[in-house]
């Protein structure tokens, strides 16, 4: 069973959309981190939010933590071929290791 | 500051084999860690170390081995490479737990086939 349940797994979109990727489990996370990893290379770290109902913007990302720290979502405004990618989630239940949902895998076309 | 480096990129082994996965950081990060990333499967955690000479078990640590004699250095060794372990791996580092966080810098990964 897997402790961080990312949806959707594929999204393919035109440029100009807007869209959101959720990140949800059943536990309580201390912190919880997006990473985006392109193809053929390692994740790169976007944000971490770490207070319940923390908001967190990045140009047209936007990030938000759950109430009961336990959800996050992803959303991005005009989404740009540029924005393809996976989209990881990634949560500490206590200090140090970190658990991964599997993705979401971002299209975004012309 | 190359960040995290990783050696070799590509690797192809015969079953039984074994070999090292090499990973390099010069942020002076305490913390290391070894994951394999399957497809579908997201990135799980092999092992991982809190400073030299302290290493410990992830989710799927059976068939590899770690150690970790510096700060900068935390090699993966296979023992006897199986079909199983073909998958692509990454090295992270961050700091040490500063605020709870766990802020990961990953390298490039090792793309291995194991025949």
């Known amino acids: 069973t897997q402790l961080l349940e990312q949806s959707p797994q594929f999204l393919s979109i035109q440029e100009g959309e807007n869209l959101t990727v959720y990140c949800n489990s059943s536990s309580v996370f201390s912190s919880l981190q997006w990473y985006r990893q392109e193809p053929g290379e390692g994740p790169v770290l976007l944000v971490t939010v770490v207070t319940g109902g923390e908001v967190k913007k990045l140009k047209r990302l936007t990030f938000q933590f759950g109430d009961a720290r336990k959800d996050s979502s992803l959303h991005i405004t005009a989404a740009q071929p540029g924005d393809t990618g996976l989209y990881l989630c990634a949560g500490q239940l206590n200090a140090g290791k970190s658990t991964f949902g599997d993705g979401t895998t971002l299209t975004v076309k012309p | 500051n190359a960040g995290v480096t990783q050696t070799p990129k590509f690797q192809v082994l015969k079953t039984g084999q074994s070999m090292t996965l090499q990973c390099a950081q010069d942020m002076n990060h305490e913390y290391m860690s070894w994951y394999r990333q399957d497809p579908g499967m997201g990135l799980r955690l092999i092992h991982y170390?809190?400073?030299?000479?302290?290493?410990d078990q992830g989710e799927v640590p059976n068939g590899y081995n770690v150690s970790r004699s510096t700060t900068e250095d935390f090699p993966l060794r296979l023992l006897s490479a199986a079909p199983s372990q073909t998958s692509v791996y990454f090295c992270?580092?961050?700091?040490?737990?500063?605020?709870?966080?766990?802020?990961?810098?990953f390298g490039p990964g090792t793309r291995l086939t194991v025949l």
């Open positions: 170390s809190v400073g030299a000479g302290i290493t």
């Open positions: 992270a580092s961050s700091p040490l737990f500063w605020g709870g966080y766990n802020e990961q810098f």
